[in-house]
């Protein structure tokens, strides 16, 4: 199969075919396919641009004003040895974990345009540097979902680690392709002025918060159309068929295809060990609108999308396996309190015109900090 796939005339008609079938959808279900669009649109408005955007020039202005590669200096020997990259790609591993997709990649593509890591290197970075954030998991799947701040920090926890483990399984990525070690790691250390970082960080931030807001945007009216016409249930069933389970399958094709639809999908279900689990793939795996924004970065850096999908399947199974073996031997009680339920439900009813400004403070406070600390190192490395 994979042979006749490799044929260009095959594949062009493929395509043809599917996008024929597309427009065919389109034209015969619009509002189905505006009413998707319409909740990707308000998906932007009120999470996407006000959680993102901020810190995507955050991510970019702490790379400009020489802060990767300050922390580059003071931790390569943790992250050369652990993980074979330079130690300025601790700050996007740091921010992934922080941020939330696609935040991660965002600040491995920034480490590579400034010539701090190599192509290498940012490959490897890409495999498990992109992550989930804590907010998400803790707040949105922890108690939105599953209705339990522990299930939560249990997520959160094995998501972390089944990361960190990818990291160190894909050091040995790309080993014959280096001939030495990369100039950038030795090169002096160069910065902009605040004023410049600042104006060309907004402006790529927001070229990159458009570019993942058209996805969100498409992938809305796309698995809307896929649900009106019933692609969900035959691929659930196919898979059903093919060994998995039919509980679990419907929640594994919406989290495959969308994270935060897969997610949801397993708020329906008893919280056992197997639907945590399940969570937990979801969340590592990270579904195909993420892969997507992200495949929009690595295309103009001119990066190979194989090991960034690789490391990410192999993060969600790793999670997996990792919640499955803890949630089998901790007692989970999965009732919380009125106050974290009531809190949990203010934050997800809380609109652009709430959200931007606390995203707002809490990225002026994370620069304000990045800023001083660029200054202490520069005294420091000047010998003041």
Same mark, same amino acid.
């Given at each position: 199969?994979?042979?006749? +796939?490799?044929?260009?005339?095959?594949?062009?008609?493929?395509?043809?075919?599917? +996008?024929?079938?597309?427009?065919?959808?389109?034209?015969?279900?619009?509002?189905?396919?505006?009413?998707?669009?319409?909740? !990707?649109?308000?998906?932007?408005?009120?999470?996407?641009?006000?959680?993102?955007?901020?810190?995507?020039?955050?991510?970019?202005?702490?790379?400009? +004003?020489?802060?990767?590669?300050?922390?580059?200096?003071?931790?390569?020997?943790?992250?050369?040895?652990?993980?074979?990259?330079?130690?300025?790609?601790?700050?996007?591993?740091?921010?992934?974990?922080?941020?939330?997709?696609?935040?991660?990649?965002?600040?491995?593509?920034?480490?590579?345009?400034? !010539? =701090?890591?190599?192509?290498?290197?940012?490959?490897?970075?890409?495999?498990?540097?992109?992550?989930?954030?804590?907010?998400?998991?803790?707040?949105?799947?922890?108690?939105?979902?599953?209705?339990?701040?522990?299930?939560?920090?249990?997520?959160?926890?094995?998501?972390?680690?089944?990361? +960190?483990?990818?990291?160190?399984?894909?050091?040995?990525?790309?080993?014959?392709?280096?001939?030495?070690?990369?100039?950038?790691? @030795?090169?002096?250390?160069?910065?902009?002025?605040?004023?410049?970082?600042?104006?060309?960080?907004?402006?790529?931030?927001?070229?990159?918060?458009?570019?993942?807001?058209?996805?969100?945007?498409?992938?809305?009216?796309?698995?809307?159309?896929?649900?009106?016409?019933?692609?969900?249930?035959?691929?659930?069933?196919? =898979?059903?068929?093919?060994?998995?389970?039919?509980?679990?399958?419907?929640?594994?094709?919406?989290?495959?295809?969308?994270?935060?639809?897969?997610?949801?999908?397993?708020?329906?279900?008893?919280?056992?060990?197997? @639907?945590?689990?399940?969570?937990?793939?979801?969340?590592?795996?990270?579904?195909?609108?993420?892969?997507?924004?992200?495949?929009?970065?690595?295309?103009?850096?001119?990066?190979?999308?194989? @090991?960034?999908?690789?490391?990410?399947?192999?993060?969600?199974?790793?999670?997996?396996?990792?919640?499955?073996?803890?949630?089998?031997? =901790?007692?989970?009680?999965?009732?919380?309190?009125?106050?974290?339920?009531?809190?949990?439900?203010?934050?997800?009813?809380?609109?652009?015109?709430?959200?931007?400004?606390?995203?707002?403070?809490?990225?002026?406070?994370?620069?304000?900090?990045?800023?001083?600390?660029?200054?202490?190192?520069?005294?420091?490395?000047?010998?003041?």
């Amino acid at each position: 199969m994979f042979r006749l +796939l490799r044929k260009k005339a095959l594949r062009d008609s493929l395509v043809t075919l599917a +996008l024929l079938v597309a427009i065919a959808a389109l034209v015969s279900a619009p509002t189905q396919a505006v009413g998707g669009a319409k909740n !990707g649109l308000n998906l932007c408005c009120n999470v996407i641009i006000p959680s993102l955007f901020p810190f995507f020039v955050l991510s970019s202005m702490a790379v400009d +004003l020489g802060l990767a590669a300050y922390l580059g200096h003071l931790l390569e020997g943790i992250m050369r040895p652990l993980f074979r990259v330079s130690g300025s790609c601790a700050i996007a591993v740091v921010l992934g974990f922080i941020g939330g997709y696609p935040l991660g990649a965002k600040t491995a593509l920034e480490l590579y345009r400034q !010539g =701090l890591c190599t192509k290498v290197e940012t490959e490897r970075l890409l495999a498990f540097c992109n992550n989930s954030g804590p907010a998400f998991i803790l707040g949105v799947v922890g108690v939105g979902v599953f209705g339990s701040s522990e299930i939560g920090l249990l997520l959160y926890a094995s998501h972390c680690v089944a990361s +960190l483990l990818t990291g160190l399984i894909f050091r040995f990525y790309g080993t014959g392709k280096e001939k030495k070690a990369p100039a950038a790691h @030795t090169k002096p250390i160069t910065t902009t002025t605040i004023p410049a970082a600042f104006t060309g960080a907004v402006v790529r931030s927001f070229s990159s918060t458009l570019n993942i807001c058209a996805f969100v945007i498409f992938f809305s009216a796309i698995l809307q159309l896929m649900a009106h016409y019933g692609v969900f249930t035959a691929l659930a069933h196919l =898979l059903s068929l093919l060994g998995v389970s039919a509980q679990f399958a419907p929640q594994l094709v919406a989290g495959l295809l969308e994270l935060t639809s897969g997610v949801s999908s397993l708020g329906g279900m008893a919280s056992s060990v197997g @639907t945590i689990s399940m969570a937990a793939f979801i969340l590592g795996w990270a579904g195909l609108s993420v892969h997507c924004q992200v495949l929009c970065f690595l295309v103009d850096g001119g990066l190979s999308p194989r @090991t960034y999908l690789a490391g990410k399947f192999l993060h969600g199974i790793i999670s997996a396996i990792l919640t499955y073996l803890l949630a089998s031997r =901790l007692s989970l009680t999965y009732p919380v309190s009125y106050y974290l339920n009531s809190q949990t439900q203010s934050l997800i009813q809380l609109d652009f015109h709430h959200i931007l400004p606390v995203t707002l403070g809490i990225s002026t406070l994370c620069w304000i900090a990045m800023v001083c600390l660029c200054r202490h190192l520069t005294g420091k490395m000047s010998g003041k």
